[in-house]
């Protein structure tokens, strides 16, 4: 992964980025010929690739003399020493706007430029604006205190005016130091970007970055010629969203494999180990449950490696203990490996992050998930005898849970980009499958079945057993807008009388303070959450309200948002399951949702229960009938019908 490109909000995936960054590239909207413009002629590859060095070249000289004067270069200075020669060697035509854009005849942007696409008349909007050495950073920090989009952070403004706009679905924003591609975006709850470090790309000579730059960035890209259905960016943009629908689905194939391939590590590789599992009933569910928390741990690691919530590159952590450096081994080609050193080293991977080693910057997160006795069937305590895992069983099963075949070429699933809704669909994929462990050879559904081996089986009943059901995202959606939206408005309004979300900027410090509290006291309880579809969109829900309240800004910042979400997590949801694998991963989703680095989770472990929430009268008292005093009347009852219908009763009872 590039550290000096940041994808958020998924309008590119990382991965999509990462194959930006390759020698080759295939796809038809990055054919040479898409490079040019009308009345130009065609192009290449080698004269692409020399029209990019040419521009490599250029500006990297450029940024060698300007590169240390940027922090105090005047807005003038900056665009004309560095903005206009960057965006020409992008192929742009600069065009400064002397006047604010309106929209809607009463909003007004102040947006430097239109971009114009070489020599034809399609423009897209450039802002710039001066490097502010804050914890924002310059684009994400308000200019002004204040309502008003000239006072808003200037990847607001140009958000806001995409939003708006009916000719404009693309534009760019730039310091400087960083730039961003910005779309017409709707989402809720976080900024969508791809950002490229360009401090980074041109210090470091980092060519593969500034490729991708150029194959994403290029004016090019954002013209359509009269006989193409979309332009280059649109085509990109789409198959990139169709990309990460396949990935999610491969997934959940995936994650099945890995589970068997995992199992199956422990009963070849222990076989008192497997008599012991086949000697007991629920051997195999045993045997499942700690599979499951296990490759829990292992999804919760691969996000907050890939978020930065763990060491990275350089440190020991990444080097030796890393789900990342497994999995990195993992992808090599595989022959049989019966050593056992890599379960026991992941073993201490886990053992690290529940502690933490302080030493290493690893913070403790704490929680049941992490903990030894979560998994005391594969790593038992008080001295008795653990089962071992073959490494070449091992390493299948992150390859199974890391990579896809897309066009039978294997490709990295990219953790930060995988959503909460396909961590449901991985719940949804496990619910109607029963664990089993064959004692002679068999066939399942078509499948052939070794004597001796954990399965997943499609037969299972589980579903029906247990109640469980996967609440598809539409559902979800409606249910926040209907039950939880309406109950938020009517507590602050109760606090605040008048709030409104997009007046938080006008709140005084007493009354930010009022709302936060009443916020905060809101309870949502799932009293069957699955793995946490619902609880997860309140979590976003009341966490955006409260880094909105917090930050006086419509548009916190990304770090804003999360501890607010963790904030929220804390004090407001909660929920109940009978599924104990459903509650595991949904503790896991809120985690990854919420997590912050530094800050435990435990606390989870009280909010998210195992058990039964339904009201009812258990089978022992039903068989005894109902006793007289469920006819007590209470107050406001009719005693005369209270009576007639406990003397009904006490017949009935009698037979």
Known sequence: MNNNIKTSGGIFTQHFIETLEQDHVSHPALKPETFIFPYQERIGERELDARMSMAWESLVERWDVIGREIASLDISALRQ????????????????NRSDIVLDEDKRYPISYFGRCGTTEQVIPIHSVLYRNCSEGSLEAKLAPGRGVKNAAPHDMLQSFLNLSKDHSWGLLTDGISLRLLRDFYHSYTRGYVEFDLKGIFENRDFAGFRAMYRLLHASRFYRSPSQEAAPIDALYEDSLSQGVAVGGKLRENVQAAIEQFADGFLISSPGFLQQLQSQ?????????????????????????????????????????????????????????????LWEKLKVTFSMVEHGVPQLGIYAYNGALFSAARTSLLMPEGGAEAPHCRNDYLLSAIRHLTTVEQDKVLQRISYSDLSVEEIGSIYESLLDITPRISTSPLKVNGREISANSFFLDPRGMARKTTGSYYTPPSLVNGLIKSALEPVLLERLRQAVPGYESDLVDALTPEEAQRAEEALLAIKVVDPACGSGAFLIAADNRLGLELARIREH??????????????????????GVDLNPMAVELCKVSLWINAAVEDAPLNFLDHHIQCGNSLVGAAPDLLRQGIPDDAYKPLSGDDKTLASDRKKQNRKERAG
């Open 81 to 96: 020493r560095w903005i206009r020669p960057l965006f020409s060697a992008l192929g742009f035509n600069l065009e400064f």
């Open 281 to 341: 009933p629920d051997g195999a569910q045993q045997l499942y449950q700690d599979i499951l928390v296990s490759i829990y741990r292992i999804l919760f690691l691969l996000f907050a490696e890939q978020r930065g919530m763990l060491p990275g590159r350089g440190s020991l952590y990444h080097e030796e203990y890393s789900l990342t450096a497994l999995r990195t081994l993992a992808e090599r080609p595989q022959g049989e490996d019966p050593h056992l050193d």
């Open 553 to 574: 800004s419509q548009f916190p910042p990304d770090s804003a948002l999360r501890h607010a979400r963790r904030d929220v997590l804390a004090h407001c949801i909660h």
